[in-house]
T-cell receptor, first 117, second 114 residues
Framework: EAGVAQSPRYKIIEKRQSVAFWCNPI?????LYWYQQILGQGPKLLIQ????????DSQLPKDRFSAERLKGVDSTLKIQPAKLEDSAVYLC???????????????FGPGTRLTVL | GENVEQHPSTLSVQEGDSAVIKCTYS??????FPWYKQELGKRPQLIID?????GEKKDQRIAVTLNKTAKHFSLHITETQPEDSAVYFC?????????????FGKGITLSVRP
C-alpha cells in the first residue's frame, strides 16, 4: 500500500515569509497528525485531526501556524510569518483512528525540511 | 502532561554486542510505549511497542521491557549489526481513546562499529 505522502521535501524561505506544506495520508486513515521535529529532538505534536475535525492543537502556535483538513483526507499546514526558530522537519503521520482500535500504529511521511534564513 | 526522557544521547557498541536503550516517563496513566527507529534523512518507523499490561515483548533481535512501578522501559537489541545504526526514539501515550497524544523522547543515536 502507498505510504504517507508529503510535499515539498525541502523549502528554504526568509524570515517573515509564508510557507505551506501538504500531506496525503494513507488511504482510509481517519486520523492525521502534524509533528515538528527540530534537529536533535524527537517529534513534537502540533495538531491532530480525526477526519476533518481537530482533536488536539494544544501545542500549535496559533498566532502563526494554521492547519486544515477540509475534506477529511489531505491536509495543509501553513506558517505565516515564519521565524528563524521554525527551522525544522515537519512530519505528517496517519493512523486508522477509531476504526483501528485503540492501539493502531502511526505511519510517518518522509517530512518537509524547512530552513528559515 | 507527559514527559519522556532518554539517556544517554549517544551509544556506541561493537558489532555483535548487545545494546540497551532506556527511557523514563512521568505520567503513571500512560499505557502504550512504542519505539521508533529513524535512519539519517528518513522517516521514523515503528520497530516494536508494548502495552502496560505486558512486562516484556520480543521480536527476533529486539525486545522491550517495561517497569511500571519505576516508570521506565528499555529497548534491547542483541547481535547488533551496522544497519542498526540510527536514532531511536521512545514514546509514551495514555490510550484512553484514539485521540490521546504520543509524547516522544529526544532520541538516542546508536552507532554500531564494524
Amino acid at each position: 500500500e502507498a505510504g504517507v505522502a508529503q510535499s515539498p521535501r525541502y523549502k528554504i524561505i526568509e524570515k517573515r515569509q509564508s510557507v505551506a506544506f501538504w500531506c496525503n495520508p494513507i488511504s482510509g486513515h481517519a486520523t492525521l497528525y502534524w509533528y515538528q521535529q527540530i534537529l536533535g529532538q524527537g517529534p513534537k505534536l502540533l495538531i491532530q485531526f480525526q477526519n476533518n475535525g481537530v482533536v488536539d492543537d494544544s501545542q500549535l502556535p496559533k498566532d502563526r501556524f494554521s492547519a486544515e483538513r477540509l475534506k477529511g483526507v489531505d491536509s495543509t499546514l501553513k506558517i505565516q510569518p515564519a521565524k528563524l526558530e521554525d527551522s525544522a522537519v515537519y512530519l505528517c503521520a496517519s493512523s486508522l483512528g477509531l476504526a483501528g482500535g485503540p492501539w493502531n500504529e502511526q505511519f510517518f511521511g518522509p517530512g518537509t525540511r524547512l530552513t528559515v534564513l | 502532561g507527559e514527559n519522556v526522557e532518554q539517556h544517554p544521547s549517544t551509544l556506541s557498541v561493537q558489532e555483535g554486542d548487545s545494546a540497551v536503550i532506556k527511557c523514563t516517563y512521568s505520567d503513571s496513566a500512560s499505557n502504550y510505549f512504542p519505539w521508533y527507529k529513524q535512519e539519517l534523512g528518513k522517516r521514523p518507523q515503528l520497530i516494536i511497542d508494548i502495552r502496560s499490561n505486558v512486562g516484556e515483548k520480543k521480536d527476533q533481535r529486539i525486545a522491550v521491557t517495561l517497569n511500571k512501578t519505576a516508570k521506565h522501559f528499555s529497548l534491547h537489541i542483541t547481535e547488533t549489526q551496522p544497519e542498526d545504526s540510527a536514532v531511536y526514539f521512545c514514546a509514551a501515550r495514555n490510550y484512553t481513546g484514539a485521540n490521546s497524544k504520543l509524547t516522544f523522547g529526544k532520541g538516542i543515536t546508536l552507532s554500531v562499529r564494524p
